[in-house]
């Protein structure tokens, strides 16, 4: 299979960020890894079950979300082109406590851990670099886990909402970014109603703490917001 016109995407993931195409070439070729398509709303993972390969998300958008006893679900993540889920599930023997599901029509790109694992006999430095960067997007999502629970403390949806819009103005680098989540993921993700984190978005915005549009968010003033979450 020819892999190379997935290559640009691969070099935005943690996983394959920056390297050439004679790497890729030689990853591809041990790894021999392949690529599934999916619908808006099928199952890509269920809660449950184990998994023993990487996903990487080339086009299209997934949601990952955690099911809670009373039959809700809590948005963990929302990832687009580019994006990484089940590397920290498949170098374990542990069952996803997670259901990923097709946000929008995507195709998947899915690396078997036991090669990651276990590099070939060439011991190539591409296959080397790659474990170095699976290493390192294991250990940024365990502190993404960090502030998500940080998050989660703060006792006011206030707070909660300053907090993440000054978490996503970190990650852009600047003061005006669109997020993939819909107000209804962001609400599981804040832990709260929907109708709730409206109404308080709108109340941020009419006091000028925040400008809102569709996804899309500005912030005129971050230290205003910063203030007002601690």
């Given at each position: 299979m020819d892999y190379t016109p997935y290559y640009d995407t691969l070099r935005r993931t943690p996983l394959f960020c920056g390297m050439p195409d004679a790497d890729l070439n030689t990853l591809m070729h041990c790894f021999a890894p392949h690529i599934r398509r999916y619908a808006r709303?099928?199952?890509?993972?269920?809660?449950?079950?184990?998994?023993?390969?990487?996903g990487v998300v080339l086009c299209g958008e997934i949601v990952a979300a955690k099911p809670m006893p009373d039959g809700t679900a809590v948005v963990m993540a929302h990832m687009g082109p580019g994006g990484v889920f089940a590397d920290v599930l498949a170098g374990s023997?542990?069952?996803?406590?997670?259901n990923v599901t097709a946000a929008a029509p995507c195709e998947v790109l899915y690396l078997p851990c036991e090669a990651l694992l276990r590099p070939c006999g060439a011991l190539h430095p591409a296959h080397l670099q790659l474990l170095h960067n699976w290493l390192q997007t294991v250990s940024g999502k365990y502190f993404a886990l960090d502030r998500r629970l940080e998050l989660l403390c703060c006792r006011s949806l206030r707070g909660r909402i300053c907090l993440w819009l000054l978490e996503q103005r970190e990650q852009a680098g600047a003061d005006t970014f669109t997020t993939p989540l819909t107000r209804a993921e962001l609400a599981s993700y804040l832990n709260c109603d929907r109708s709730a984190?409206?109404?308080e978005?709108?109340?941020?915005?009419?006091?000028?703490?925040?400008?809102?549009?569709?996804?899309?968010f500005k912030l005129p003033d971050p230290e205003r917001l910063r203030a007002a979450w601690q």
């Open positions: 709303g099928e199952l890509l993972l269920l809660a449950g079950y184990e998994m023993h390969e990487v023997r542990d069952k996803s406590p997670v984190l409206c109404r978005l709108g109340r941020m915005q009419a006091e000028g703490l925040v400008a809102l549009y569709r996804r899309s």
